[in-house]
């Protein structure tokens, strides 16, 4: 029924935007058409990103805690008290907040470097043509489909330090001669950097291998004749081909990474080691079991500065490195 | 103006969402009163439950509805519950929440005009749990149920390591602990995953010390006193090889596990391990045994005890129908059957003459452990600093135990603490 | 550079329902500097057969060999060969010099000045030097061509290997570029194999043609043998535009005739001793037919065929004329002056010396045309290609 869709645009261009939106009467038919067909969902992103990012920034310059739960608004406005508060490196808030954000980088840039290392060889290897090709995905997606909470639990299992399989298989090959502290102590960041990739990595062994895919072959072709080796082949085509996919699987895996919680928590249990404090868990800790949701908010506020200005960087990086051609 | 205006958006808000869940939850309530209950998940709760909202029902004819909810997820919900004056008329409250929630408007004066006829005779409790119960000069719970930390060992186990148990302070702990060579791993045990903390307030207690001045208007722990406990805690690990390393890991559930299948022969622990050693095959009760746990160098004795208690929302409706269904749940019969179910003792003290706990070991635990039980202070910012000690304790003892412990890292740590707490307080 | 020896060539690939043969036993010998076309239709081999030669397919059975040195088995890297590609296959992500310079990088040991200089005088020598800094994206789909080709002449190669380099340029620019191909072949020397369906291509620019149906060689020659002198029936209809003429008939030897349901045609006794098959398929080029709309004045008038005229094609230089002859559709070429129209009744004179004969079961030829097909003096290769360009 083809007038429907006619109908349907007619109605929805009686809706009469432009007196009250200024930019939108600048707008050519075609883009309000886009712009109304995109409102239900930009009304929710608003709706669930963008109003509680700001009313986070707003609590984060008033004092509310326990006494204003009920009536945040009527909390007093404290300008950046909240920020010099937890900002200050001397006091023991600031100085758990800054080493959580410390851990917070090495967390996100270690995930990304062991989620991408993982996924690119799944992927490469997914692209070969072998029986059991279709096997091996399923099996490799596994652990991204399975329940992520169960997936940590049975890594924590397998890290404890006395029990844990992963230092019984370390020790009888010889690899360490005393079982390691995995979940105490400094290697905690290493645990979660290592558990959270391999949650991690299907997605970006999935998006890789789709890339992969739509490298075409001739470029392969076209290398072998001009002489290229394997290695030759990945460094000069694939590599570079897969640049542009690799941009968004970088930016979309460190900010994840960063804003990750449920790894920190379920992995280890309800006294997490300093060196396992990330920011997200040190937050949560901070304004949910004190109740200063003001301060709380303020140290989120910072995270998420940190994480826009290392996005921002990023994309700056690739512009510059002209990123649009990487595609074909 | 401005405000006026948000506030009346807000208002409408909240009725809107009132009226939903009265929606959701409402039906069925007929022309009797209806409340709303909502209990910290645990084995046993429906059945419990089901039993006695229909006992209470017929009695009075107060329709109970309950619902339970895991401990992961409970704070949440108490915030939203607060923030929003939407949730249930009675709930149960974890002790350590009350100064924050209390705070935050989230629990009624129970000796308002409205409730105080129908509560339960607060007489009956210990001291103690009235000190928990009260925040600031209101009562914000009735005390349900609670449990102290009690030594308690597996005769046979100690008998069998050749040594004679129940010490009676730290150095006949070390001693035996060292002394001993049973068939079992390990001789005792106290986790140090989940709230490392109140191992710690023990020790301190014992050690003669306190957490805050009696005004609790300053840190009272980093001190000597402070750092004795704490490095006895760290030590019991590493120098004197009474606690297993492999153990700093442990949750609840691995000690529980340990405890009930005679992995370890004696511990300091709620009545947690107690039921979980009951409830494995051809164990009986009379295994056990139980006393304070040992006392510090000048003889102080402590031990920490946690509570659970039942407060009513201000939101609520039916205030004195909440108020009733309290002081059923506190009768001796119902306290006692549900301090059983969920491992803890009864607050009722006429809990103890009922069949669920109809045996000596309770009796010891009423006599000898409850005297020298304490818990932590009930102020408001207490949570801040409790998380900035357990953060402490747990850095201590786990840098002990991977080796990393230095010099002086305990008073830094204490001196850190007491840095948050002076802030907060 | 390098005589490329292929023989028995086999490349099966496995499929669902069993194998499918791609190239069948093939042979051919193509001499150093030669520049050799492969044409056929889709899905004849030739494409797969410039593969295995470039060792992109690896061979079922037979051996591939380049001079003395047998490279069946060889990787393309060690080949020394260069390809240039239908779509251009040109890294995107790199610079044309990136692209140019690439091969030398891998192939070489060259230092990074040297590679610069050759990547500097193939761009001259391909007028691209303007381009050498811009992405493929950049550049127009002749200017990648370029770059393509430069990418494979600056390897200087003992082989080069073309797989329909110019099918994906308009009508125009591929005119253009098969000269300026063919030229640069001439001068650089190096053996070429270039794959093509277009038959023009095909006659304009090899200095043999390979014609390839179903895995299989039909016939190699130069482009005029193949036309003039087709081995059977599917290449004498591949090659030529329009193509030829096909008019199924029976030789009667006793009397000396092809015979058909409308006409019959004098078989001369030379001719007629040749046949063994009663038969045939009778075929002339549109180009070899004479029309006249008076029979009586004619040379020859027994060598004529009344037909109807059903459509006709000015061409401007050329007109195609259609014509119906018992059902079976004729084609002639005339020149652009003929007042030929739709509906006009017509005879065709079908010369004895232009006639082609086919064995109508095998398609093998009995007969051929007699025009020469040194390539010196034939003016007819020529006229008859050009109505094809414009095709």
């Not at chain 3, 950049?138 to 003992?158: F, M």
């Not at chain 3, 329909?164 to 300026?180: C, G, I, V």
């Not at chain 3, 304009?204 to 193949?226: A, F």
Request: charge should be negative.
């Amino acid at each position: 029924m083809p007038h429907t869709t006619k109908q349907f645009r007619e109605r929805l261009a009686d809706v009469q935007l432009g007196d009250a939106l200024p930019f939108y009467s600048r707008l050519s038919e075609e883009q309000r058409f886009a712009y109304k067909l995109l409102a239900p969902a930009l009304a929710m992103m608003c709706l669930i990103h963008l109003l509680p990012i700001v009313w986070g920034t707003l609590i984060s310059f008033m004092g509310v805690d326990s006494s204003y739960v009920q009536e945040w608004y009527r909390a007093p406005f404290v300008g950046v008290e909240n920020y010099s508060y937890v900002l200050d490196p001397r006091t023991v808030v600031g100085g758990r907040f800054w080493f959580a954000i410390r851990q917070t980088v090495i967390f996100a840039v270690g995930s990304l470097v062991v989620t991408y290392v993982l996924g690119l060889t799944a992927a490469l290897i997914l692209n070969q043509k072998f029986t059991g090709r279709f096997v091996a995905r399923t099996l490799l997606l596994l652990p991204w489909v399975a329940p992520v909470v169960v997936t940590l639990l049975i890594w924590r299992m397998m890290f404890q330090q006395q029990s844990g399989i992963i230092n019984h298989v370390l020790l009888s090959i010889g690899l360490i001669n005393e079982p390691i502290y995995w979940l105490i102590g400094d290697n905690t960041i290493w645990t979660l950097v290592l558990t959270h990739s391999w949650t991690q990595f299907p997605l970006v062994m999935i998006m890789l291998y789709a890339g992969l895919q739509g490298i075409p072959d001739q470029l392969y072709e076209a290398a072998s004749i001009d002489g290229a080796g394997r290695w030759e082949k990945f460094r000069y085509i694939t590599f570079p081909q897969l640049k542009p996919v690799s941009a968004v699987v970088v930016l979309l895996v460190m900010l994840w990474t960063m804003i990750n919680f449920t790894a920190p928590f379920v992995l280890l249990g309800a006294q997490p080691p300093q060196a396992g404090q990330v920011g997200i868990l040190y937050i949560y800790e901070f304004a949910f079991s004190n109740y200063q949701f003001g301060r709380g908010a303020a140290m989120s506020v910072v995270l998420f500065l940190i994480a826009m200005t290392m996005a921002m960087i990023y994309y700056k990086y690739l512009f510059d490195d002209d990123f649009a051609e990487g595609d074909r | 103006m401005r405000s006026h205006t948000r506030r009346s958006v807000l208002a409408t808000t909240g009725t809107v969402t009132t009226f939903s869940l009265a929606g959701c939850l409402g039906g069925g309530s007929g022309d009797g009163t209806t409340i709303e209950t909502r209990y910290m998940d645990a084995p046993g709760l429906e059945d419990y439950f089901e039993k006695h909202t229909e006992i209470f029902e017929e009695e009075t004819g107060i329709r109970v509805e309950y619902e339970t909810i895991g401990w992961g997820e409970a704070q949440e919900r108490l915030l939203t519950d607060i923030t929003s004056q939407t949730g249930p008329d009675v709930q149960e409250i974890a002790s350590t929440w009350i100064p924050e929630q209390a705070d935050a408007g989230g629990w009624m004066d129970l000796e308002s005009d409205e409730v105080v006829d129908h509560i339960p005779n607060t007489e009956m409790f210990e001291d103690g749990a009235m000190d928990v119960a009260t925040f600031q000069d209101s009562l914000v719970g009735i005390p349900w149920f609670w449990g102290p930390r009690a030594w308690q060992q597996i005769d046979e186990e100690i008998e069998t390591g050749g040594v004679d148990g129940h010490p009676d302070d730290w150095d006949a702990l070390v001693d035996q602990g060292q002394a001993y060579d049973g068939d079992t791993d390990l001789f005792a045990l106290m986790g140090a995953d989940f709230e490392p903390m109140r191992n710690f307030a023990m020790f301190l207690w014992q050690s003669g010390g306190q957490l805050l001045t009696d005004d609790n208007t300053e840190p009272a722990f980093h001190n000597e006193e402070g750092v004795r406990a704490l490095q006895f805690y760290a030590d019991l690990y590493t120098e004197y090889d009474v606690l297993s390393s492999e153990t700093v890991e442990w949750g609840a559930a691995d000690i529980n596990g340990a405890f009930a299948g005679r992995q370890m022969a004696s511990t300091v622990d709620a009545l947690g391990t107690v039921s979980a050693y009951e409830d494995e095959d051809g164990h009986s009760l009379d295994d056990l045994s139980i006393s304070a746990p040992p006392v510090g160098p000048d003889g102080d004795g402590g031990t920490f005890f946690g509570m659970e208690l039942l407060g009513i929302h201000p939101w609520t409706d039916e205030p004195e129908a909440a108020a009733q269904w309290i002081d059923y749940l506190l009768r001796a019969e119902p306290n006692a059957e549900i301090s059983s179910t969920v491992g803890f003792l009864p607050t009722n003290p006429d809990g103890f003459d009922t069949e669920y706990f109809d045996h000596e070991l309770y009796e010891s635990f009423n006599d000898e452990v409850f005297p020298v039980a304490r818990t932590y202070p009930q102020v408001l910012g207490w949570g801040e600093i409790e998380g900035e000690l357990n953060s402490a304790v747990a850095g201590v003892i786990q840098n002990a135990v991977t080796g990393d412990l230095e010099d002086g890292d305990i008073e830094d740590a204490l001196e850190d603490a007491a840095d948050v707490a002076r802030q907060t307080l | 550079m390098s005589r490329v020896n292929i023989d028995s060539l086999t490349k099966e690939y496995d499929s669902a329902g069993g194998s499918i043969v791609a190239v069948d036993g093939l042979d051919l010998t193509i001499d150093d500097g030669e520049f050799v076309v492969f044409v056929g239709p889709s899905g004849c081999g030739k494409s797969t057969t410039l593969r295995c030669v470039g060792g992109l397919e690896t061979v079922t059975e037979g051996s591939i060999r380049f001079g003395d040195e047998d490279v069946t088995d060889q990787k393309p890297k060690e080949r020394d060969i260069a390809m240039v590609f239908q779509n251009y296959a040109l890294y995107p992500h790199m610079t044309a010099r990136e692209n140019m310079a690439f091969g030398l990088k891998m192939s070489t040991e060259l230092s990074s000045e040297e590679i610069d200089e050759r990547v500097q005088a193939t761009a001259e020598m391909l007028s691209i030097e303007e381009l050498l800094e811009d992405k493929p994206k950049a550049l127009s789909g002749g200017q990648q061509q370029r770059v393509a080709l430069g990418r494979a002449i600056v390897r200087d190669p003992e082989v080069f290997l073309m797989d329909e380099p110019l099918s994906n340029l308009d009508a125009k620019l591929r005119a253009q570029m098969r000269t300026e191909l063919q030229q640069l072949q001439s001068e650089l020397d190096v053996t070429t194999v270039y794959v093509t369906h277009d038959q023009t291509e095909a006659m304009t620019m090899g200095d043999r043609i390979v014609v390839l149906d179903d895995g299989q060689l039909q016939q190699v020659g130069t482009p005029l043998e193949c036309y003039h002198r087709p081995a059977n029936q599917f290449v004498a209809g591949f090659l030529g535009s329009p193509p030829m003429n096909f008019l199924r008939v029976e030789a009667d030897l006793e009397q000396q005739e092809l015979q058909n349901a409308v006409f019959t045609l004098p078989l001369s006794e030379s001719v007629a001793t040749e046949i063994d098959s009663s038969e045939l398929v009778l075929g002339i080029r549109p180009e070899h037919i004479e029309l006249t709309d008076t029979p009586e004045t004619h040379g020859e008038p027994s060598r004529l065929v009344e037909a109807d005229v059903t459509v006709t094609e000015p061409m401007g230089d050329v007109t195609n004329v259609y014509l119906d002859i018992g059902g079976e559709s004729v084609t002639v070429t005339t020149d652009g002056k003929t007042g030929a129209s739709p509906g006009d009744q017509l005879y065709m004179h079908v010369p004895a010396a232009k006639m082609h004969l086919f064995d109508r079961e095998t398609g093998e030829a009995i007969k051929h045309s007699d025009e020469p097909i040194d390539a010196a003096d034939s003016p007819t290769a020529t006229e008859s290609t050009s109505p094809a360009e414009t095709a």
